[in-house]
């Protein structure tokens, strides 16, 4: 039998009282609750992308400076350990290496004191005021936590909290008059790039804040073609060009977990689809 439980402390408490056998969504503050009760507890690595978009069409964030002053700004590590224990396996690109068409490039350092200097060159006199539209889908301890760290820098992002719906229209505005940056999750449950970087970053796209003639060139043919190794290098190329552009910083994939009772034995998927009879047994 499955129940909708929408509460997550309602989905916890049914597991810990044994009448409920599996959970969807546990957060990563119930998995020591959950193991302490001799319960088991099975962390799937999803291949939804956690990130901060940087409007690179409008604004003050068209600047590159600006830009490159946020990532530097940005401690993942330090958001990571301190909200999630340091479960998040951190990303350098907006891809997972199940991903197809998944390369490296190296981290963003942490060097606060470099961003500081980006801002002052911006011609901002040491600070910088962003508007930062966020949905109330997403977490908001997270935003607040990237909050902080900017404010440590000299940028004050002003968070609009809207609803899923409001943030997802104010996001496809035309003129990309939406705001600076914003946390933003994308998955596509197909593991290729092209579901990924096409729609977040071909200039003709409704979710693109980001225009670059060789970009598109590139996700174009890397859309059409059959070659796998044209496709590989292609998209190696784009995510070396937006990580070198500080198009976006890129957080982590998205762990989701679940929680079960003992004779449970589950295998999550990443694209996080759920199937009865293939993922979940039972013994007596």
Same mark, same amino acid.
């Given at each position: 039998?499955?129940?909708?439980? &929408?509460?997550?402390?309602?989905?916890?408490?049914?597991?810990?009282?044994?009448?409920?056998? +599996?959970?969807?969504?546990?957060?990563?503050?119930?998995? &020591?609750?959950?193991?302490?009760?001799?319960?088991?507890?099975?962390?799937?690595?999803?291949?939804?992308?956690?990130?901060?978009?940087?409007?690179?069409?409008?604004?003050?964030?068209?600047?590159?400076?600006?830009?490159?002053?946020?990532?530097?700004?940005?401690?993942?590590?330090?958001?990571?350990?301190? +909200?999630?224990?340091?479960?998040?396996?951190?990303?350098?690109?907006?891809?997972?290496? *199940?991903?197809? @068409?998944?390369?490296?490039? =190296?981290?963003?350092?942490?060097?606060?004191?470099?961003?500081?200097?980006?801002?002052?060159?911006?011609?901002?006199? @040491?600070? +910088?005021?962003?508007?930062?539209?966020?949905?109330?889908?997403? =977490?908001?301890?997270?935003?607040?936590?990237?909050?902080?760290? +900017? *404010?440590?820098?000299?940028?004050t992002a002003r968070i609009?909290?809207?609803?899923?719906?409001?943030?997802?229209?104010?996001?496809?505005? =035309?003129?990309?008059?939406?705001?600076?940056?914003?946390?933003? *999750?994308?998955?596509?449950?197909?593991?290729?790039?092209?579901?990924?970087?096409?729609?977040?970053?071909h200039s003709g796209s409704?979710?693109?804040?980001?225009?670059?003639?060789?970009?598109?060139?590139?996700?174009?043919?890397?859309?059409?073609?059959?070659? =796998?190794?044209?496709?590989?290098?292609?998209?190696?190329?784009?995510?070396?060009?937006?990580?070198?552009?500080?198009?976006?910083? &890129?957080?982590?994939?998205?762990?989701?977990?679940?929680?079960?009772a003992t004779r449970v034995?589950?295998? &999550?998927?990443?694209?996080?689809?759920?199937?009865?009879?293939?993922?979940?047994?039972?013994?007596?």
């Amino acid at each position: 039998m499955f129940r909708v439980v &929408p509460t997550g402390a309602t989905r916890l408490a049914d597991l810990l009282s044994g009448q409920a056998d +599996l959970i969807f969504q546990a957060s990563p503050d119930d998995v &020591p609750q959950i193991e302490s009760h001799g319960l088991r507890v099975f962390p799937s690595t999803t291949e939804r992308i956690a990130m901060v978009v940087l409007n690179a069409l409008d604004g003050a964030t068209k600047n590159k400076d600006v830009r490159e002053a946020i990532a530097l700004a940005i401690d993942r590590q330090a958001i990571d350990q301190s +909200l999630y224990g340091g479960r998040e396996p951190l990303t350098n690109v907006v891809l997972m290496p *199940q991903h197809f @068409g998944y390369s490296t490039v =190296p981290p963003y350092p942490h060097d606060p004191a470099k961003a500081k200097q980006l801002v002052a060159s911006a011609g901002t006199s @040491g600070s +910088l005021e962003l508007q930062w539209p966020a949905s109330t889908s997403f =977490p908001s301890n997270v935003m607040q936590a990237i909050q902080s760290q +900017l *404010q440590d820098v000299g940028i004050t992002a002003r968070i609009q909290t809207l609803d899923g719906a409001t943030f997802l229209k104010t996001w496809q505005r =035309p003129d990309r008059q939406w705001g600076n940056l914003a946390y933003f *999750q994308w998955s596509c449950a197909c593991l290729d790039a092209d579901g990924v970087l096409n729609p977040v970053f071909h200039s003709g796209s409704i979710w693109s804040s980001y225009a670059n003639p060789e970009v598109d060139k590139l996700l174009d043919e890397a859309g059409s073609s059959l070659n =796998p190794a044209v496709r590989r290098a292609d998209y190696a190329r784009i995510n070396r060009i937006l990580h070198d552009d500080y198009a976006v910083v &890129p957080l982590w994939p998205i762990v989701r977990f679940y929680g079960g009772a003992t004779r449970v034995a589950f295998t &999550p998927r990443s694209d996080e689809m759920f199937y009865v009879f293939d993922g979940v047994k039972l013994s007596q």
